[in-house]
């Protein structure tokens, strides 16, 4: 059974820090790409953050410079550091593994930590 178990959120005033973790179980986590994915009230789930199983990463141009996204193979964990938070970044982050099964593409998805930015 695939696991993908999100943790960190939490409230933080702007200008703030918070890293994120995601603990994955259930498939081979080194060959996954590992995605942040968040979804604002009343806004569609948006791609935060991406780093493959060779660790290239891509960020959404709104958190470049500001997030950073890293994966422990040992530890079947991606991590996502959050510097210079605004209220903008006021979200629940999902942690997202996307694989092949065979020739077919599987995405797996976590429930979520609720990230609130606010003074």
């Known amino acids: 059974q695939v696991l993908l178990v999100e943790s960190g959120g939490g409230l933080v005033q702007p200008g703030g820090s918070l890293r994120l973790s995601c603990v994955a179980s259930?498939?081979?986590?080194?060959?996954?790409?590992m995605s942040w994915y968040r979804q604002a009230p009343g806004k569609g789930r948006e791609l935060v953050a991406a780093?493959?199983?060779?660790?290239?990463?891509t960020y959404a141009d709104s958190v470049k410079a500001r997030f950073t996204i890293s994966r422990d193979n040992a530890r079947n964990t991606v991590y996502l550091q959050m510097n210079s938070l605004k209220p903008e970044d006021t979200a629940v982050y999902y942690c997202?593994?996307?694989?092949?099964?065979?020739?077919?593409?599987?995405?797996?998805w976590g429930r979520g930590t609720q990230v609130t930015v606010s003074s």
């Open positions: 997202n593994a996307n694989r092949w099964v065979g020739i077919q593409a599987v995405r797996s």
């Open positions: 780093i493959t199983s060779v660790a290239d990463t």
């Open positions: 259930g498939f081979t986590f080194s060959g996954a790409t």
